[in-house]
């Protein structure tokens, strides 16, 4: 697969701005148990290896969604609490009026810089002390499979934010990561799907449109990976 991006990447160190955003904000973030390190650590050499693990499928659908990420039908269900991914995409902290496009995650806002830090983000920008930023993660150009990972108000994934702490995985450390947990259990052939509306509820109302509505069952896959609707 072309996405084979394992975790987040940034071409700046934004470790001590995102720290301290943290820290001020009062943002609480989910601490990966051993079980949830080790189950990143393989899938990270997963993506770095073949980009997508073998009980999942990626799938086109119909109606012009694009493609979708599916269980193998021939596989286990997978069990709620279960790690799948990280959301991974270039790491930018950029003013809050810039579009983030449909890959980009938003885990931080309404971050203020000094002016030092305005620079060193962006030298070819005036400074404006009240210029608001956020942390974005955008996957449009690189990024892995959570990025086909598609919309439903009645998901069996959710995003959690998360700290990857000092680990004996291998595993780089972050302040803060996006990831992907099992939130409903899948059952085979079922696709997966995030909710895309954090608070702000802001994904579709900047699209304009409505998101079609699907649940795990609306489009599955048949166990000749073909795929086959509810209705
Ligand atoms: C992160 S991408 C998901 C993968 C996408 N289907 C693809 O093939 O690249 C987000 C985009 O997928 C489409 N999408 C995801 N869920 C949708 C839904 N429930 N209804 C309509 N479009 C959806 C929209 O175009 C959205 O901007």
Redesign the pocket.
């Known amino acids: 697969m072309k996405y084979n991006l394992p975790r987040q990447v940034s071409q700046l160190d934004l470790t001590p701005i995102i720290k301290r955003e943290i820290e001020k904000q009062n943002i609480s973030l989910n601490s990966l148990t051993k079980k949830h390190q080790g189950e990143l650590a393989t899938i990270v050499e997963v993506i770095k290896t073949i980009g997508l693990p073998d009980y999942l499928i990626l799938h086109k659908l119909p109606h012009n969604?694009?493609?979708?990420i599916f269980l193998h039908p021939d596989k286990e269900p997978l069990s709620r609490g279960r790690l799948i991914v990280p959301y991974s995409g270039e790491k930018e902290i950029v003013p809050a009026e810039y579009e983030g496009g449909?890959?980009a995650f938003t885990p931080l806002e309404k971050i203020y810089l000094s002016k030092e830090e305005q620079f060193f983000l962006n030298n070819s920008l005036t400074y404006k002390a009240r210029r608001s930023y956020t942390l974005k993660i955008d996957a449009s150009k690189k990024g892995n499979f959570a990025?086909?990972?598609?919309?439903?108000s009645t998901p069996n994934i959710e995003a959690r934010l998360c700290r990857v702490p000092k680990n004996s995985f291998g595993l780089k450390p972050t302040p803060i990561e996006v990831i992907y947990f099992v939130s409903k259990k899948i059952l085979p052939g079922q696709q997966l799907l995030v909710c895309y509306e954090g608070e702000e509820n802001c994904y579709w109302n900047e699209?304009g449109v409505k998101?079609?509505p699907?649940n795990p069952s609306t489009f599955q896959l048949n166990s000749h990976l073909k795929i086959i609707s509810e209705n």
Do not use: A, D, Q, T
Not at 65 to 68: D, N, P
């Open positions: 969604l694009g493609k979708g449909h890959y990025r086909f990972v598609n919309h439903s699209e998101p079609f699907m």
